[in-house]
């Protein structure tokens, strides 16, 4: 099953990167002296009708923005037979749900709600380890708990009945019913989707609120993203980008499989505007106090000293903040590139060819190395 929208490149971040071929020059419209260059509608356009053609990608949404120049989106592909994908459709943002995440967590810290450096029992006292593991591990997944997505069981149980409503509570049962941390806490650092879900029942339960509530108040509402919402049952606002897969042995339609099996690491649904202006909020840190985004972004204790890493949430890579989720068969990465004020955004279902695990990723490495040639990603 691909489940996992962190394995792939997690694998890189313990090695050194690699220089990626540097195209000439980057695809931007010539603009005026002292103004921001547009991104070039046709080059963009025609790359990705290119990448869509060599990922075999039933349909792919994608757009581009820097700066205040107007943005690109574009929508390649059928939705459904005989239904064009349409750039404002809605997809599942699963990891990308993370970067909200450590927002919200942030916003939360500075209103005295909780603090990075509690102790997870003060606000759940019964779980394991919680009198050794802090907030801040949680969100930088140093903690330590076992992802439960690597439980064959678990699994089994998913692709048995991919509608099934999972709990909180049940994912996080399946992660410590052995009674076993994988390492402990705060001494090495390993992708864990149970971190975020556990990170989520604090936070309820240090305000006294549901997560849909806090998002909406706190990053939705302020920034206007009326397209992004949050939804831990199989419900999408249309228009929806229909995705197929094939983990369970035939290729078929599960854009409303039920996300609950991700926890809190699939809880968002968004668009591609939406994207496009979450992209600079998040990456400059506009709803958050410096410290406040320094300590989102910083290279974790446990992390490796050199090259790419693993943040509070999202991957750091050559000035990169970005995430890519692959879940229900929507594939997709946003990323932003803070020294161009530039954000890429790339969906994409799964295709029917079982070898082609993340067409999305894939073409957004290609367009960052026609967009932004100095800042490949090296993974």
Request: net charge negative; charged share 20%.
């Amino acid at each position: 099953m691909k489940t996992s929208h962190f394995v792939q490149i997690a694998r890189a971040l313990g090695i050194v990167c690699v220089s990626a071929l540097v195209v000439a020059s980057p695809a931007f419209a010539e603009d005026a002296p002292g103004s921001q260059a547009a991104p070039d509608a046709a080059v963009f356009r025609a790359t990705v009708e290119r990448l869509r053609t060599e990922s075999g990608a039933r349909a792919v949404l994608a757009g581009i923005w820097q700066g205040d120049a107007p943005g690109v989106t574009i929508a390649l592909g059928e939705s459904m037979t005989l239904v064009p994908a349409e750039p404002g459709m809605t997809v599942r943002i699963g990891g990308i749900s993370q970067l909200f995440l450590g927002t919200l967590l942030m916003r939360l810290v500075e209103q005295g709600h909780l603090s990075l450096d509690d102790k997870i029992s003060q606000y759940l006292p019964d779980l394991l380890s919680a009198d050794a593991v802090t907030v801040a591990m949680l969100a930088q997944n140093t903690a330590g708990y076992k992802d439960y997505v690597r439980d064959e069981a678990f699994l089994d149980l998913v692709l048995e009945d991919p509608f099934r409503q999972f709990s909180s509570q049940e994912i996080i049962d399946f992660a410590t019913k052995d009674g076993e941390m994988n390492f402990p806490p705060g001494t090495e650092q390993r992708y864990s989707h149970t971190e975020f879900t556990i990170l989520r029942e604090v936070i309820e339960r240090a305000t006294g609120r549901p997560m849909a509530e806090l998002y909406q108040a706190e990053i939705l509402d302020p920034l206007g993203l009326t397209g992004t919402g949050y939804s831990t049952t199989p419900a999408l606002p249309d228009p929806v980008l229909h995705v197929y897969s094939s983990d369970r042995g035939v290729y078929e339609e599960a854009t409303f499989w039920n996300p609950s099996w991700a926890g809190e690491s699939g809880a968002l649904y968004s668009n591609l505007d939406n994207l496009g202006r979450w992209g600079p909020a998040f990456g400059t840190g506009q709803l958050l106090e410096p410290a406040s985004f320094e300590a989102l972004i910083k290279r974790p204790d446990a992390a490796p000293e050199e090259g790419p890493y693993f943040a509070a949430g999202f991957v750091v890579a050559n000035g990169w903040y970005f995430q890519n989720p692959n879940i229900n068969g929507y594939t997709g990465v946003m990323g932003y590139l803070p020294a161009k004020d530039l954000t890429l955004a790339v969906f994409a279902s799964q295709t029917a060819d079982p070898k082609v695990v993340h067409p999305a990723f894939e073409m957004f490495r290609a367009l960052v190395l026609e967009f932004a040639p100095d800042s490949p990603l090296g993974l």
